[in-house]
């Protein structure tokens, strides 16, 4: 006899999705207390949030294996959006990134992350990728969405997309050699680009060699990435308290609202509340591994 879902549910996983969600309201809205957009960039939050924890709910009691057949669908309409962002794109920033849709912005390459990781799994599940030239067809399908976003430019999310592939790989190609030729592939292909000149824009080259070496320009391209290691620094143990963090709250940190929001929390909460947030996060992450597990034990139908 099945266990009632609420028996089965994981609880666990659930809640600290959910107290990461209200940590990162909080951490917004003291990022942008003293400025006249904060209202409504909490409200806007908040939206987000409320929808987000609605759908998380109605995909709990939705049979995961569904996915596989919804994959193909998904993966059109996510490259038809890419595409369609590079022509009709809302543009901030030099980056064209979103679509408009009426008070709200929607970034296409957000819920691609997701779709990548569903359509990269069904093809895992229905191959058997004993072999290095398998790979070509799971590597072209990120390939493709990874270079739309890169001409946006979008840096930060093609690198995640092309994360997701590593991850997916290493779980699930059969042939561990297999995997280190396409992990040692992958590493030469980076540096090429990193040497290059024709590939990266200036700026995209200039971040990647900061990432690499955070004191070789610490006043042009290293400056965000130098006040945030003061701002974590500057909270101590238990932190200056919210909306008292000095290099956040006076803009010593450029986009400490969205790229850099981990450096509010680690000013005003201290390093008390940054390993909460950590916690959480392995929470997610053991219990992501441990459904995963399971489901990977389940017949696909």
């Given at each position: 006899m099945d266990r009632p879902w609420y028996r089965s549910f994981e609880w666990?996983?659930?809640i600290a999705c959910i107290l990461i969600t209200l940590?990162?309201?909080?951490?917004?809205?003291?990022?942008?207390?003293h400025s006249t957009i904060a209202l409504g960039e909490t409200k806007k939050q908040i939206a987000y949030a409320v929808v987000g924890i609605g759908l998380m709910a109605g995909f709990a009691f939705m049979d995961y294996r569904r996915w596989q057949r919804?994959?193909?669908?998904?993966?059109?309409?996510?490259?038809?959006?890419?595409a369609f962002i590079l022509f009709k794109g809302n543009t901030a920033h030099g980056a064209v990134?979103?679509?408009?849709?009426g008070p709200f912005q929607f970034q296409p390459s957000e819920p691609a992350k997701l779709i990548i990781a569903i359509s990269i799994a069904a093809l895992l599940s229905r191959g058997t990728y004993r072999r290095i030239q398998d790979l070509w067809l799971p590597i072209i399908a990120v390939g493709v969405p990874a270079l739309l976003v890169l001409k946006q430019p979008d840096l930060g999310t093609t690198l995640v997309l092309l994360a997701i592939l590593t991850a997916q790989l290493y779980f699930g190609v059969e042939n561990l050699l297999d995997f280190l030729i396409y992990a040692v592939t992958g590493?030469?292909?980076?540096?090429?680009?990193?040497?290059?000149?024709?590939?990266?824009?200036?700026?995209?080259?200039?971040?990647?060699?900061?990432?690499?070496?955070?004191?070789?320009?610490?006043?042009?391209?290293?400056y965000s990435l130098?006040?945030?290691?003061?701002?974590?620094g500057n909270g101590g143990l238990f932190g200056k308290g919210l909306y008292h963090g000095t290099q956040t709250q006076l803009n010593f940190v450029p986009e400490h609202s969205t790229d850099f929001i981990f450096t509010v929390l680690g000013?005003?909460?201290?390093?008390?509340?940054?390993?909460?947030?950590?916690?959480?996060?392995?929470?997610?992450?053991?219990?992501?591994?441990?459904?995963?597990s399971v489901s990977c034990s389940r017949p696909v139908s």
């Open positions: 666990p996983l659930a940590i990162g309201i909080v951490c917004i809205q003291s990022a942008t207390s919804l994959a193909l669908p998904l993966y059109i309409v996510m490259l038809i959006l890419l990134r979103w679509i408009a849709l590493v030469v292909a980076a540096l090429y680009v990193i040497g290059s000149d024709k590939i990266l824009k200036p700026f995209q080259k200039a971040r990647l060699l900061v990432f690499l070496d955070p004191k070789l320009d610490p006043q042009g391209s290293g130098n006040q945030s290691k003061i701002a974590v000013e005003e909460l201290g390093f008390l509340g940054a390993a909460v947030l950590i916690a959480l996060y392995g929470i997610v992450i053991v219990c992501g591994i441990a459904t995963a």
